[in-house]
Structures are given as structure tokens and as C-alpha cells.
């Protein structure tokens, strides 16, 4: 345990260290992982398919239990698993940092930790979690370039070193509560064809990095390298090169300043496994994998800030409708109704906006609904040609009107009681999900479709 205090030079540490004894450490360690054992949920072997089915036919309709009509998701971690082997064979020079934000989901962590990826922090909770996993603290980046106080004395008290900035003041601060921290200069780069445009909170424009190097010098701190972000959900595989780019120039300015830099982080941005049009996975690796080598040798170490491109498609949502309400309209009205587009039927659904489709207002995410269950029949992936269509709003269950899933889908009459299901739903979704209105966030419940996940477990 280290105990820092600071003495009157606002640049000076002196840590104090308390040793507990060997015995101690050892009983610490046991006690934690048989606890982290215990908790750990069962991960099944069955598809998706099977796994929903499952669940639904655990429960009977009819009866009281109100826990049986909750929300719930299934988590495929051969998904994620199959993720990172892609990763592995389009990218093999680029080390993965898992980003936490996406999805610090406990199960997808020590997957992830067990297959050797690092891990994208931002703050002291994210970095305690995966301290607790047993990750050694180099595998951690804490990429967050305006850090609480705290936040960085504690990263110093449990030698995670990697940390990024983009400005003078955090410099002097990290100056003061981390001195021995390995810093990486993020740059400011054209996200403008992102759907998260990153760059409008951080990241330093190419004309201020001189004065940022010069400063790191006359204060003594290691500069190891550069970072940038081209952006959430980025739809432009061009961003990458030409961020690339930018970032050799940096490498070259800081020699001016006395820097050998050897640290790149290229960030985040990767599309998901769903993506199969358009800027897909493989389209990006081309363009980012290529021009990394072309510009930097390989004594550059070079990592990345994954998220969605783990998580994406891996969480599968189910949910309940609870409620229907019918648009009332006079025989002409409702004969154009019918022949148009607009909505005749609301749905309510008991997981809305303030909880796992809080996807659709921070990340800018088009949830699509389909039928689950109707009628007592299991519909999962089929289409219901066989039934009439009509265009309908979905709403979640909260008393506010922005709750609102879909304002236009194309579903068939459903009716209290049947279940709709949402795709590719693991990135940025429960991770930011409330209480609001009393309302539980879902439960999930995990399975894999690769049987040499359950080795990591």
C-alpha cells in the first residue's frame, strides 16, 4: 500500500511505503479470487436461438411472477472470442486495448484479460476493475487527457504508467501526483465522418504539440508517443491513414525536443462484426495495418482502443410488450392511415431509453424490432410473410415522451404479452443504462458458440 504525501514544492512526491507482510498478501489474494469465482454466472453452451427459446419456456405467463417479464439479454462470448481472432489475423502488428466504456461487462473483461488483450481506462473504477482481474498494470492505458487529481495518484500508487494528455495543465499536474508516468501526446484529427465526433472534447491541434513537447521537456517528464481517436462509429476507412499520418509528424517534431518516441495508440473507431457493407473490419485493417508499417518500423510499439468492434454484435435484447395503444381514426383517416406510412398501433416495450436504448440518443444507434414470441409461437429469425404488416411506433416504459425506441417499423398486430427482440446491442448500451422511474436495467445471461471459451473460465 502506498501512502503519498506532498510536500511544499508543488512538483515533489514522496511516497511513504507500507509493507503488509507476505502471509497477508497471499490470504488477500485467495479470499478475492474465490469471492470473484463465486460470483461468476453461468456460461452456457447453446446458441442464441436456443438460449431465448430457453428462457422464455422457463417462465409461465399466467402466473404472478413479475420477474419473469422483465427485459433480458443473451451474451454469445464465442462472439467475442471470434472477434478477437480476427483481430488477430488482420491486425497482428496492432495490440487491442479493450475500451471499457463500450461494455465493462464483468464476463466479456476476463475473457478479454485471459486472451491477453489490454485495456482502455478512463477513470480510477475502470482501472480498479481490472487491477482486481489480476491484469498486470502495463497492460492498462489510462487514456483519459483531463484526469481527477485522485484519479492520477491513483494510477501512481498502482504503477499504471501509460497515460495520455493533450494540454499544458495536465502536464503540470501530472507533474505533481505521477512524475514517473509514461505519457502519450493525443492529437487532434478529422473526425468529421464519425457519428461521435471525439475530437469537439479532445485531442491536441498539430500547432500546439510543439509547445506541448517543449513543455514535457522543461518538466521532466517521458513522452513515449502519440494517440488519436478518429471518432465513434466511424464511417470512413480513409480516417485512419490520414490520422496515421499525422501522427509520423509528431514523431518526427518531438526528436526536435529530445523524444525517441516508440508508443502509438491509433484509438478507436472499429466498426462491428454486423457490418458486413460499406466501411467494414477488413477494409479498415487494409488501410490502417498498411500504412503503420509503411511509416513507422518495428521497434514502434502499436495498440488500439476497440470497443464496439468486440462488443457490437455479441448482445442479443429481448423484451416484453406490455402495452398496445391504438391510434383512433374516422373511416377516411384510418383508410389513408392504412395506405400510407404512418404509425396505427404504439407499442410498449419494458427496456426504453433511459436503459439499454440509451444507444439510440448518445451513439446515435437505429434500433430495428423484431418479433420474439406472438401469439405463443416462437419467431426468432423468420419472417412472417404469412402475417399482415403495419407501421408502428415503439415507445420504452418510462412516463417521459423521449422514451421513444422506434418511431416507424414495419411489425405485424402483436398483443400483450408477446416479445420483441433487438440485435446487435452490446455496444454503449447497458453500460449507461438507468434506474429512472424505478424500472431494473436487464439481466444477461451468457452462453458461447465457441467451445474453447469455456477453457478461459
Known amino acids: 500500500m502506498i501512502d503519498i504525501s506532498l510536500q511544499q514544492d508543488q512538483y515533489e512526491v514522496v511516497p511513504t511505503l507500507v509493507q503488509p507482510t507476505l502471509v497477508e498478501v497471499l490470504k488477500s489474494r485467495v479470499k478475492a479470487e474465490m469471492t470473484r469465482e463465486a460470483q461468476l454466472p453461468e456460461v452456457h453452451t447453446e446458441s442464441i436461438d436456443q438460449m431465448l427459446r430457453a428462457h422464455l419456456a422457463s417462465f409461465n405467463p399466467e402466473s404472478e411472477d413479475a420477474e419473469a417479464e422483465n427485459a433480458f439479454y443473451v451474451a454469445d462470448l464465442g462472439e467475442v472470442y471470434r472477434q478477437h481472432l480476427r483481430w488477430k489475423a488482420l491486425l497482428p502488428r496492432i495490440e487491442p486495448f479493450f475500451a471499457m466504456k463500450c461494455n465493462p461487462d464483468p464476463m466479456v473483461m476476463r475473457l478479454l484479460a485471459s486472451l491477453g488483450a489490454g485495456f482502455d481506462c478512463a477513470s480510477k473504477n475502470e482501472i480498479q476493475s481490472v487491477l482486481e482481474m489480476g491484469v498486470d498494470p502495463t497492460r492498462i492505458i489510462y487514456a483519459n487527457p483531463c484526469k481527477q487529481n485522485s484519479f492520477v495518484k491513483y494510477a501512481y500508487a498502482n504503477n499504471v504508467r501509460m497515460m495520455t494528455f493533450d494540454n499544458a495543465e495536465e502536464l503540470h499536474k501530472i507533474k505533481r501526483f505521477h512524475p514517473t508516468a509514461q505519457l502519450v501526446l493525443r492529437i487532434l484529427t478529422d473526425d468529421s465522418k464519425s457519428l461521435c465526433k471525439l475530437g469537439l472534447k479532445f485531442g491536441a491541434p498539430l500547432d500546439t504539440t510543439a509547445f506541448l513537447l517543449r513543455t514535457a521537456q522543461e518538466l521532466g517528464l517521458d513522452v513515449i508517443g502519440v494517440s488519436f481517436h478518429v471518432g465513434s462509429g466511424c464511417f470512413?476507412?480513409?480516417?485512419?491513414?490520414?490520422?496515421?499520418?499525422?501522427?509520423?509528424?509528431?514523431?518526427?517534431?518531438?526528436?526536435?525536443?529530445?523524444?525517441?518516441?516508440?508508443?502509438?495508440?491509433?484509438?478507436?473507431?472499429?466498426?462491428?462484426?454486423?457490418?458486413?457493407?460499406?466501411?467494414?473490419?477488413?477494409?479498415?485493417?487494409?488501410?490502417?495495418?498498411?500504412?503503420?508499417?509503411?511509416?513507422?518500423?518495428?521497434?514502434?510499439?502499436?495498440?488500439?482502443?476497440?470497443?464496439?468492434?468486440?462488443?457490437?454484435?455479441?448482445?442479443?435484447?429481448?423484451?416484453?410488450?406490455?402495452?398496445?395503444?391504438?391510434?383512433?381514426?374516422?373511416?377516411?383517416?384510418?383508410?389513408?392511415?392504412?395506405?400510407?406510412?404512418?404509425?396505427?398501433?404504439?407499442?410498449?416495450?419494458?427496456?426504453?431509453?433511459?436503459?439499454?436504448?440509451?444507444?439510440?440518443?448518445?451513439?446515435?444507434?437505429?434500433?430495428?424490432?423484431?418479433?420474439?414470441?406472438?401469439?405463443?409461437?416462437?419467431?426468432?429469425?423468420?419472417?412472417?410473410?404469412?402475417?399482415?404488416?403495419?407501421?408502428?411506433?415503439?415507445?420504452?416504459?418510462?412516463?417521459?415522451?423521449?422514451?421513444?425506441?422506434?418511431?416507424?417499423?414495419?411489425?405485424?398486430?402483436?398483443?400483450?404479452?408477446?416479445?420483441?427482440?433487438?440485435?446487435?446491442?452490446?455496444?454503449?448500451?447497458?453500460?449507461?443504462?438507468?434506474?429512472?422511474?424505478?424500472?431494473?436495467?436487464?439481466?444477461?445471461l451468457y452462453t458461447t458458440t465457441e467451445p474453447e471459451v469455456s477453457l478461459h473460465f
Not at 477494409?283 to 518495428?298: E, M, R
Not at 392511415?337 to 407499442?347: F, G, I, L
Not at 453500460?431 to 439481466?443: D, I, K, L, P, V
Request: contains cysteine.
Open 236 to 444: 470512413d476507412a480513409n480516417a485512419f491513414g490520414e490520422a496515421v499520418i499525422r501522427a509520423r509528424r509528431v514523431f518526427d517534431q518531438a526528436k526536435d525536443y529530445g523524444f525517441d518516441f516508440k508508443f502509438l495508440d491509433v484509438g478507436g473507431g472499429f466498426p462491428s462484426a454486423h457490418i458486413t457493407e460499406g466501411i467494414t473490419f477488413e477494409k479498415v485493417a487494409t488501410i490502417l495495418g498498411s500504412t503503420v508499417d509503411a511509416l513507422f518500423g518495428p521497434d514502434v510499439r502499436v495498440i488500439a482502443e476497440p470497443g464496439r468492434y468486440y462488443v457490437g454484435s455479441a448482445f442479443t435484447l429481448a423484451t416484453q410488450v406490455i402495452a398496445r395503444r391504438t391510434i383512433l381514426r374516422n373511416e377516411t383517416e384510418a383508410l389513408v392511415a392504412a395506405q400510407s406510412e404512418h404509425p396505427a398501433h404504439m407499442y410498449y416495450i419494458n427496456d426504453g431509453m433511459y436503459g439499454s436504448f440509451n444507444c439510440i440518443m448518445f451513439d446515435h444507434q437505429a434500433c430495428e424490432p423484431k418479433v420474439l414470441l406472438k401469439d405463443g409461437g416462437y419467431t426468432y429469425q423468420q419472417r412472417l410473410t404469412s402475417e399482415p404488416h403495419g407501421w408502428a411506433s415503439v415507445w420504452g416504459p418510462t412516463c417521459d415522451s423521449i422514451d421513444c425506441v422506434s418511431p416507424k417499423s414495419s411489425l405485424p398486430l402483436m398483443e400483450t404479452g408477446d416479445w420483441l427482440y433487438f440485435d446487435n446491442m452490446g455496444a454503449y448500451t447497458i453500460t449507461a443504462a438507468s434506474q429512472f422511474n424505478g424500472f431494473r436495467r436487464s439481466e444477461i
